[in-house]
Each structure stands twice: as C-alpha cells, then as structure tokens.
C-alpha cells in the first residue's frame, strides 16, 4: 500500500513567521512531488511542484525534497492570515497515467 | 489557457436514487482525467482515471462508475446512492509525463440523506 503521511495539525503560526509543513512517502519508485492548498470548502489549488533533490523557491514558498529519507517538506516564510487553508502533499510516478496519491493534509492557522 | 468545470456544485440525493455527475475540459486535448472523492476530514481518494476516450480504469470497487463519451468530458454515475458516498467529488485532468501535475475543478459537494 502507498502512502503519503502528513500530521494533521493544527500548526499554529503567528503571522509574519515561517511555517514548516513535513510530508513522507513510502514508495521510494515516486519522481513526481506537489503541494496543494485547499481553502474549507473549495478544490485543491497546485502551489508547488519538486522533482529533484534539494530546495525550490517560488516566491515566499520553498518545498524542499529528500529522497534517500523520503521526505518533502513546504516552507511558507512571511505567514500570513491568507495562507491559513489545508495543505496536501502528493506524490507520483512519472508515468502515462500519473495516478498521485495525496496526504490527509495539514491544517494551518496564521493568527495575526 | 486550459480551464475545467464540473457539475452540479452541490446536490442533496436519498439513499437509493441514480448519479450523474459532469466534467469538461477546455484548452487541450487528449488529457488523463480523473475523479476523486474527499471525505470529511479526510484525504483524497483516486475512484477512476481514463487516458483516453472510453478507456477507464477503477482503483475502488464501490458501486460507482466513469464514462468518458468524448476526449474531454468525463462522467461519475450511480444507479444506486449509498449512505457512504456522501462527500466531496473532485474532477481533475493532468497531462501526464513530462510534469504531472494535476489541475482540479470547483468539486462537487453531494449529500446522500
């Protein structure tokens, strides 16, 4: 069975902090990582995607990838009141049929 | 640029009564579409995938099904709602290699009362 673990949260922050989001995966064949935001009530929203070993930056969102430790993790700097949604980690094999399999996510709360 | 729509956004069924849920896509052609469903609190769960028009795989047993009549509409159905497929139903369409990333409609929130 593949997995996906995410802590559920909620992970507190106060606004103007870095939020650390953490994701492991147990099908060590995945080449494909993404992170999503949803908001309480609407659809998942693609905010980063990572293939390769290290950091990537995308504006105040770094995702960084340790695949010999099967880990991803999401850094929000500058947190703010908007960033409070769930936030999903999935996982993929780069295939023809890109089946991902996501986490439970993690609940963020940015309080000001 | 490619949007996805899918409908209807909320819907209130009794046990017992058919489903018929729609996606389309625009902007592309040939993409991988895909239902998930969320239950509350929960993760996303892969129900079908199709790479192609009336190729349709099953990852859930349950007594729902997909079709995909033409190269960018896909369709959830049900003859027979149970109480547990209350929940939140996503479609989502991907091109597959060389990214993967997966691009989801407005979902589709049913009840089963």
């Known amino acids: 069975q593949k997995e996906v673990e995410q802590n559920s949260g909620p992970l507190s922050v106060p606004e103007g902090a870095i939020a650390s989001l953490n994701c492991t995966y147990s099908?060590?064949?995945?080449?494909?990582f993404f992170w999503y935001r949803q908001y309480s009530g609407k659809s998942p929203e693609l905010i980063m995607s990572?293939?390769?070993?290290g950091d990537k930056e995308d504006g105040r969102f770094t995702a960084q990838l340790n695949k010999a430790s099967q880990y991803v993790s999401l850094l929000i700097r500058d947190s703010q009141p908007s960033d409070s949604a769930t936030y999903l980690c999935?996982?993929?094999?780069?295939?023809?049929?890109?089946?991902?399999?996501f986490g439970a996510g993690t609940r963020l709360a940015v309080h000001p | 640029s490619q949007t996805i729509h899918q409908w209807p956004a909320t819907l209130v069924q009794p046990v017992g009564s058919p489903l018929s849920l729609e996606c389309t896509v625009e902007g592309t052609s040939n993409p991988n579409l895909y239902w998930y469903r969320q239950a509350a609190g929960r993760g996303l769960q892969l129900l079908f995938y199709?790479?192609?028009?009336?190729?349709i795989s099953s990852e859930v047993p349950q007594n729902l099904s997909a079709s995909r009549p033409q190269d960018r509409q896909f369709i959830l159905s049900s003859k027979k709602l149970l109480l547990s497929d209350s929940g939140f139903y996503l479609c989502a369409w991907s091109w597959g290699v060389p990214t993967g990333e997966l691009f989801f409609g407005e979902g589709s929130r049913l009840t089963v009362l």
């Open positions: 999935a996982v993929g094999r780069m295939d023809s049929y890109n089946k991902l399999i």
């Open positions: 990572i293939y390769s070993n």
């Open positions: 199709s790479v192609g028009i009336g190729q």
């Open positions: 099908d060590r064949g995945s080449q494909s």
